[in-house]
């Protein structure tokens, strides 16, 4: 019977383990503790696991990220580096992010704030006409995440462009690559969206640079990480008026430390890292199917490639 | 040379009429004016035309609305029972309503509010997770606007029904259709979008009947007519529960008058009928393309039947 450890601060781990028993009869599911104890456990489950972990399990053999993103795993002093990771795909959360980036798209580009504020007033004013033509969307990174964003807005008919790493066959929709590619779709982009896992080529990219090689007046969602993003540079962009607004999702201290100045910007829209939710029954089966595949000598998708940074 | 008239009240209706000089030459195009004077136009571009028009003008071979609801047009006195109505078939309408539906279910079902309230705070609290499926949504309508409604919400993963008068083969969602498959779409239906055409049938059809027959907590979103909607009701259901929230794009009397309990009701989102706008290129292309059609003779589609009401 292969063990399952589960290494995440959760505050009901039972939630997770219970449903994972239900899923999985056939492994034997523990709660991690830090109290010392051995388990020799097959596969974990983790998220922002203690380097503990590493220095206690040994017969482990693979990882379940508890996320798309495994920036903050493939940092960790003592991970071992032959340890097979595999990260969350999908499970849910690329379409909550694609209406999460509908939303503040329509937000910012209809004056929906406006409306509300005339409504507290008893006041009936139509705003500006809508533009669509106006605002062509760029989004970085073309994952799974990235193409479902993508794909939601240009079914909006957004004029919408990506820009990836490596180019992929198939994709409909127009594709930038590499660093003289990011200059070019930021150059006809007026709403940039970063959907990128954050790697040592995609840390600070979006600095005073790139929001200066936007279109006038842009609009930056980052649903990425918050090490995207560089925060003075964001809020300078801001001032000289090359950025009009900006919705922040993730950030580089999670909570957002209280005297942080993007509190207060009244351009700029903050949300406590709740743009995609790791859904536990999508999750779990997930991660059941592709331990299955693993004890079965199958192949899985999701590996991690850690010269790659994800 | 066939002679078009105007008969809308614009601000600057030289705004559309060079346009349409622009794209058809060939017309003499002409803006109405109440000086009594006769031109024995062809075909009239009307929005909410005053009377006098019928009793002046009886050459016309077809009239064109500026919208997609004719229901202001075909209560007018004088109306020649025989003169074809063409009314507007999407010209960019439905993709706009598609997102404006969007972005109110992601802020109704996802605490936007409760977020940016947060934000004025500096408070950083994660509010109840995304459960997409405890909000299945029905359709009202599957005309150009509610399909594409529809559509795009069933594209974000949303369990999608319609109601509709007459079932349409091909289309992939569940289907309702007359009376007794309206309660049945109701009971399974906790997001009610209202595109319906306005009739004789459809008036008054959201009422305090209809409102008790939807799950518990329902959120009401009317970018139909607001003659679809009984105020009075809406008002009983939100204090009873029944229903959470409203957004409300289209009212009995617009602009929505001062002294109206709809302006203050917290659970009321009023928006001044801005979900979908006429856009200007797009309109002109349409009626010119179908006047074009008429001259020879042939078919076009939108073509009204006063019977049924759209």
Redesign the interface.
């Known amino acids: 019977m292969p063990k399952l450890l589960f290494v995440a601060a959760e505050p009901k781990p039972e939630r997770w383990t219970d449903a994972i028993r239900q899923a999985c009869p056939e492994v034997e599911v523990i709660v991690w503790k830090d109290d010392g104890q051995v388990h020799d456990a097959d596969y974990a489950i983790v998220w922002r696991p203690p380097p503990a972990l590493f220095a206690r399990e040994h017969k482990l053999k693979a990882l379940f990220n508890l996320g798309a993103g495994v920036d903050g795993l493939l940092g960790l002093d003592k991970l071992p580096a032959e340890l097979p990771i595999i990260r969350l795909e999908d499970a ?1 959360m690329s ?2 992010m ?3 980036v ?2 503040q ?3 910012q580009t ?1 004056d ?1 704030a406006v ?2 504020a ?2 507290r007033q ?1 006041l ?4 500006r ?2 533009t ?1 033509t106006e605002w062509p969307i760029g989004v970085l990174g073309m994952g799974r995440i990235g193409a479902r964003v993508a794909n ?1 807005l240009a ?3 957004y004029a919408v462009s990506a820009w990836v790493r490596t180019p992929r066959p198939g994709n409909p929709l127009p594709v930038f690559v590499g660093k003289a590619g990011l200059r070019d779709m930021l150059a006809r982009t007026r709403i940039v969206v970063n959907t990128l896992p954050l790697t040592d080529e995609t840390r600070d990219i979006m600095d005073y640079d790139f929001f200066s090689a936007l279109l006038p007046g842009a609009i930056v969602i980052n649903v990425g990480r918050g090490e995207h993003l560089v925060d003075d540079d964001l809020l300078r962009a801001i001032a000289e008026g090359k950025v009009h607004s900006a919705t922040l999702d993730v950030f580089r201290e ?3 430390p ?1 005297q942080h100045p993007f ?2 910007s009244p351009n700029i ?6 743009s995609a ?1 790791t ?1 536990r029954e999508e999750t779990i089966a997930q991660i059941v199917t592709k331990m299955r595949a693993l004890e079965a000598g199958e192949p899985v998708t999701g590996l991690v490639n850690p010269s790659r940074g994800y």
């Open positions: 849910g379409v909550q694609a209406e999460f509908i939303h798209v329509v937000e209809r929906m409306y509300r005339q409504q008893g009936w004013r139509i705003q006409p809508i669509r939601a079914a909006l008919d999670e909570p957002l209280p509190w207060q829209t903050i949300t406590p890292h709740v939710r859904l």
